[in-house]
Antibody, heavy 126, light 108 residues
Framework: QVQLVQSGTEVKKPGASVKVSCKVSGYTLTEVSMHWVRQAPGEGLEWLGGFDVEDGETTLAQKFQGRVTMTEDIYTDTAYMEMSSLRSEDTAVYYC???????????????????WGQGTLVTVSA | EIVLTHSPGTLSLSPGERATLSCRASQSVSSSYLAWYQQKPGQAPRLLIYGASSRATGIPDRFSGSGSGTDFTLTISRLEPEDFAVYFCQQYGSSPLTFGGGTKVEIK
C-alpha cells in the first residue's frame, strides 16, 4: 500500500514560484511512477506531467513546459513539483498521484492512478 | 489532445436508483485506456474503473464500466448514500493524459 503525504497550503504573489512536496511511504520513491495533477476551484482535473516508465523520463504536458520542474529525492522518498511565474489562474489544489512501477511494467500503458496525496492548496493572489 | 466530455453535468437521483454516466472522447481512445474516478468534497479522487470495464481493488460490484472507441459509460446499479459525489473519466491512451470535467451525482 502506497501512502502519499503532501506539504501544506501555500499563498504566493503573481510572478513568484512554489514548490510542493509529496512524501512516499509503504513503497520507496524509486518503486513508483509519480505524477502531478491539479484542480482549480470548482473545476475538473488537469494533468501536469510525471515519470514515464517506458521512456524512463519525466514528461510534462506541453502547457507547463518551461514553467514546471519535477524532481525526486530518493534518499528521503520525496517528490517535488516546482512551478514558476505563477499567475492567478494557477490557483488550485495540486495532487501527487502514483502507480507502482511493477504494475506499469506488468500492464503496459496503464497510466491511471491508484494512489493520491491529500492535495496542496496553492493560492496565487496579489 | 483528447477532450473528454461528460453528460449529464448533474444527475439528480434517489438512493436505490440506477445511475448512468457518459464520457465521450473527441477521438478514439486507444485500447480502451479509460479510467473512472469518484471524488467527494475535500478529498482526493479515488480510482473506480480502469481499462474501461475493470473494477479497481475494493470497489463494490454495483459500479460497472463499459464502452470503447469514443463512448464510455459508468453505471451504478443501485445508488447508496455514499455514492453521491462527482465522477471523472480519464484517458491514458495518449499524451497528454486528460480528464473530463465530471458529472455530479446529487440526491434528489
Amino acid at each position: 500500500q502506497v501512502q502519499l503525504v503532501q506539504s501544506g497550503t501555500e499563498v504566493k504573489k503573481p510572478g513568484a514560484s512554489v514548490k510542493v512536496s509529496c512524501k512516499v511511504s509503504g513503497y520507496t520513491l524509486t518503486e513508483v511512477s509519480m505524477h502531478w495533477v491539479r484542480q482549480a476551484p470548482g473545476e475538473g482535473l488537469e494533468w501536469l506531467g510525471g515519470f514515464d516508465v517506458e521512456d524512463g523520463e519525466t514528461t510534462l504536458a506541453q502547457k507547463f513546459q518551461g514553467r514546471v520542474t519535477m524532481t525526486e529525492d530518493i534518499y528521503t522518498d520525496t517528490a517535488y513539483m516546482e512551478m514558476s511565474s505563477l499567475r492567478s489562474e494557477d490557483t488550485a489544489v495540486y495532487y501527487c498521484a502514483a502507480r507502482p512501477k511493477w504494475e506499469l511494467l506488468r500492464e503496459r500503458g496503464s497510466r491511471y492512478f491508484d494512489y493520491w496525496g491529500q492535495g496542496t492548496l496553492v493560492t496565487v493572489s496579489a | 489532445e483528447i477532450v473528454l466530455t461528460h453528460s449529464p453535468g448533474t444527475l439528480s437521483l434517489s438512493p436505490g436508483e440506477r445511475a448512468t454516466l457518459s464520457c465521450r472522447a473527441s477521438q478514439s481512445v486507444s485500447s480502451s485506456y479509460l479510467a473512472w474516478y469518484q471524488q467527494k468534497p475535500g478529498q482526493a479522487p479515488r480510482l473506480l474503473i480502469y481499462g474501461a470495464s475493470s473494477r479497481a481493488t475494493g470497489i463494490p460490484d454495483r459500479f460497472s464500466g463499459s464502452g470503447s472507441g469514443t463512448d464510455f459509460t459508468l453505471t451504478i446499479s443501485r445508488l447508496e448514500p455514499e455514492d453521491f459525489a462527482v465522477y471523472f473519466c480519464q484517458q491514458y491512451g495518449s499524451s497528454p493524459l486528460t480528464f473530463g470535467g465530471g458529472t455530479k451525482v446529487e440526491i434528489k
